[in-house]
């Protein structure tokens, strides 16, 4: 039987990339772990936007990136990670989370990764923010990064 996927956060994909980020060594430890136990890594569509909203913009640690660079990391993304779609179902997901309470404002953001994570079989985060994702304790798991 195969080892359970693995869905990755945007922050791992920009700490993995991000060589002076403090937390670079332990986002490449984490997914060389779970290449190893021989897990499928997992992404959205989601997460690439994400991922390009971020690191083409000015942060406090670091200067952006040129939107060519975060582009060829995305398209690197693409071969490296399975990308979930978001498609209709996932929707239906997300509002039965919302209607279940599970986020509201900016944490609709996070509730639709776990709706496209349960569209897609998916039970288990990858995440740096993991207070981000603990009202989701019972429908997910969460992999520690180290």
């Known amino acids: 039987m195969a080892a359970d996927p693995v869905f990755v956060d945007t922050n791992v994909l920009i700490y993995v990339t991000r060589r002076t980020a403090s937390e670079h ?3 490449q ?3 060389a772990r779970l290449e190893g ?5 997992w ?3 989601q997460i690439l936007r994400e991922y390009l909203a971020v690191v083409t913009r000015p942060q406090a640690t670091s200067l952006p990136l040129p939107m060519g660079t ?3 990391d995305v398209q690197r993304f693409q071969q490296v990670f399975q990308v979930a779609e978001d498609r209709p179902a996932v929707l239906d997901r997300l509002l039965a989370l919302l209607g279940a309470k599970f986020g ?3 944490q609709v953001h996070d509730t639709n ?3 496209t994570m349960l569209e897609h079989g998916i039970y288990r985060l990858l995440t740096f923010n993991a207070a981000d994702f603990r009202r989701f304790a019972g429908i997910i798991q969460l992999e520690p990064p180290q």
Not at 37 to 41: F, K, N, S, T
């Open 25 to 27: 060594a332990a986002a």
């Open 29 to 31: 430890a984490a997914l």
């Open 37 to 41: 136990e021989g897990r499928a890594l």
């Open 43 to 45: 992404i959205s569509v």
């Open 70 to 72: 975060a582009i060829a």
């Open 104 to 106: 509201a404002g900016r």
């Open 113 to 115: 990764i776990v709706a």
